[in-house]
């Protein structure tokens, strides 16, 4: 594990049944599919084999259709679920070899949980939900409280302090949610489809609001969404999982312009090219066009590399010239107009 890798998931299988020892030994000795293993034995392949890593302050989403493994597979990062086979590392952590307390210790001091469900006590004031986890740790009070009221300001709810849950909108509490996850000051967030409940539009402000607080906290974070458009607008790369495999792993970007597979071309033929896309991946390199077409004019347009599609779209209306890329201060590619026109019609589905 790199100094810069926090999660690292190696060859992990779930197996549901009471046959599970003896349907993966034939599965990877046979080659078993899904529906074979729980034809012969009567057992249900959840994970199949999945490995992945997770950078240090990364939002890491994993995403896929109901019934695809993702918040299977997210269970076992903190052995909700115990894996079939496999190893499962977190900031060097062997979390297969902890007994059941020190598990439930690196539980409450490295690993926040934020579930679709807010399962805030209704009982506990909004305060005394955020200040559980330090609870649990023994925190004295009075400093407990003054955490939780903390995290509670970041989140904008420090005037709702004294309310009781019912007394909260949904998105409100779902904050709270998210808010006593961050209270212990977790290593890393395991967050399972977290605002698929809301309404789409505070969805949407719940999603600009964990924009918001990833970067000032840079918590390490495993997001599952079955939204595509979610997981585009949130993650720096993006899982996608099928049938409890891991079909591909890779930014929005990789995964739009170059998918994996037909299931993959599938999945994301509905996404918007224009704010996924960058200059990079569009541009041709500058030698060969001043090579074909001559040196650009001097008063060419140039953008930066991570330049959206949108706004090369924008600057080529009104540009007769092409459009020049630079990284860091230098030239290093060229985008005609007849380059984004390519890229716009491959990422149109054509029925």
């Not at 046959?19 to 599919?33: F, M, S, T």
């Not at 719940?206 to 979610?230: A, C, G, N, P, Y």
């Not at 049938?243 to 918007?272: H, K, L, R």
């Amino acid at each position: 594990m790199s100094t810069d890798t926090v999660i690292e998931i190696s060859n992990v299988w779930k197996i549901f049944g009471d046959n599970a020892a003896e349907a993966l030994k034939a599965v990877q000795e046979r080659g078993l599919g899904k529906a074979e293993v729980l034809s012969e034995y009567g057992a249900v392949v959840g994970v199949a084999d999945v490995s992945l890593s997770v950078n240090r302050g990364e939002i890491f989403c994993i995403m896929g259709l109901s019934g695809s493994g993702k918040s299977t597979l997210v269970r076992h990062f903190n052995r909700l679920l115990e894996p079939t086979a496999g190893r499962i590392e977190i900031e060097g952590t062997d979390v297969m070899a902890l007994a059941p307390k020190e598990l439930q210790a690196f539980r409450n001091q490295k690993i926040g949980m934020v579930f679709q469900n807010f399962a805030l006590m209704p009982h506990r004031s909004v305060l005394d939900n955020v200040a559980m986890p330090l609870e649990i740790r023994q925190v004295a009070k009075n400093e407990r409280m003054r955490q939780a009221a903390a995290i509670l300001d970041i989140v904008e709810l420090g005037a709702w302090g004294s309310k009781f849950a019912h007394e909260l909108s949904g998105g409100m509490q779902q904050r709270v949610g998210l808010a006593r996850a961050l209270a212990a000051n977790p290593d890393v967030l395991l967050m399972d489809e977290p605002f698929s409940a809301l309404d789409p539009l505070i969805r949407r402000q719940l999603q600009d609001e964990f924009i918001r607080l990833s970067k000032i906290l840079k918590k390490t974070t495993v997001f599952i969404t079955h939204d595509l458009d979610e997981a585009v607008r949130i993650g720096d790369r993006i899982a996608i999982m099928r049938d409890g495999i891991v079909v591909q792993i890779g930014t929005a970007e990789d995964i739009v312009m170059n998918p994996a597979d037909d299931y993959v071309a599938d999945f994301v033929a509905g996404i918007s090219r224009l704010k996924v896309v960058r200059a990079h991946a569009v541009m041709q390199p500058l030698a060969a066009h001043i090579d074909a077409h001559g040196p650009l004019p001097g008063d060419a347009p140039r953008v930066n590399e991570g330049e959206t599609l949108s706004n090369l779209i924008n600057l080529a209306i009104e540009n007769a010239s092409a459009i020049l890329v630079e990284e860091n201060g230098t030239d290093i590619g060229v985008i005609t107009r007849a380059d984004l026109l390519k890229t716009v019609i491959e990422g149109t589905e054509v029925s």
